[in-house]
């Protein structure tokens, strides 16, 4: 995990909910790994990315909502 995402991680409860993440953090939140976020992604358990000058990110405020309600059961 690059020092980035570290610091993303650790610091996750200061940052604005309009902030983003990559996958390694998105995978260290809920626990899994990152084949997982995918999987639950394609399957609408987690929010999905967005795409900014070739980077795949999620929206802090999105996971945030989805950290206080566990997700679903993958199908």
Not at 30 to 53: E, H, M, N, Y
Not at 60 to 65: A, H, Q, S
Request: net charge positive; with cysteine; charged share 25%.
């Amino acid at each position: 995990m690059k020092d980035s995402d570290l610091a993303a991680l650790k610091g996750f409860d200061e940052l604005p909910d309009c902030a983003t993440v990559r996958m390694p953090v998105v995978a260290a939140l809920f626990s899994v790994s990152p084949a997982t976020v995918w999987r639950w992604r394609k399957a609408g358990l987690i929010p999905d990315p967005v795409r900014v000058g070739g980077i795949t990110l999620w929206r802090v405020g999105d996971l945030r909502r989805h950290l206080v309600r566990p997700p679903r059961s993958e199908p």
